[in-house]
């Protein structure tokens, strides 16, 4: 490895740790620098702004992900051919790779971490960011989602898919409470164990009846 890439990968693991820990609003450049035992000069010859800097801690992590989850998409859209994927082949593809990567190691809860908070900071840069680079990815899923439920409407997949990342979201970034609560019974780091629960609880929500549209509930009745 050269010096120059030792000194990027320095770079991008202190920043990803101090993001995940502090934040991006409440970790300064100065901080990372620091940190990493580099000087100003490194930060702009291989990133050029603090914004490029999450752009790359993101990307690093995420793309082997989007390649991954895309060929196992691949895969069980072949083997299904023209009747249509199943949807539990597609919610493991998309569910798969991010939980064994983020639960199976502490440097992937460090980014599951990173991800929890920029999720609750999100930023415009930071949704910016997943659109530019992951636009592609959530089309494809949609799409197939959308042929493995065709009587769903547009706007109710809409829903259930946003919801679907939201428990993907939870699991992956309060892990540690599951074990807590249940006084060691389950644990959310048993990807073995979690991933099949999983996909089997959202499946279970993809394929619900759709709520009557219109209809009001005794709140809005007034009773």
Known sequence: MTLAVDTKQ???DVAERMFADHGYA???????????????????????????????????RFQPLSEERLALLDRCEQESGRKGPVLE?????????PMRMILSSEEGRVFGKLVGRLHSESGPFFVGIMKKH???????????????????EPDEL??????????????????DRLEVLS?????????DAALPRLVSFVSAGFRAPAPRKG???RSENGS
């Not at 899923?141 to 769903?152: H, I, K, Q, T």
């Not at 809409?158 to 892990?175: D, S």
């Not at 006084?183 to 990807?191: E, F, H, I, N, S």
């Open 215 to 217: 209809r009001k509930t």
């Open 89 to 97: 082949d597609v919610l493991m593809a998309f569910f798969g790779p």
């Open 134 to 152: 992951f636009g592609p990815l959530s089309q494809r899923f949609r799409a197939a989602l959308g042929r493995s439920l065709p009587e769903l």
């Open 158 to 175: 809409y829903w259930r898919i946003h919801f679907a990342i939201g428990v993907m979201a939870h699991t992956l970034i309060c892990w």
């Open 10 to 12: 320095r770079i991008l």
């Open 26 to 60: 409440g970790s300064s450049l100065r901080s990372i620098i620091g940190e990493a035992d580099v000087n100003l000069a490194a930060i702009h010859y291989h990133f050029k702004s603090k914004e490029a800097l999450l752009e790359a801690v993101l990307v690093r």
């Open 183 to 191: 006084d060691g019974l389950c644990r959310a780091t048993d990807v």
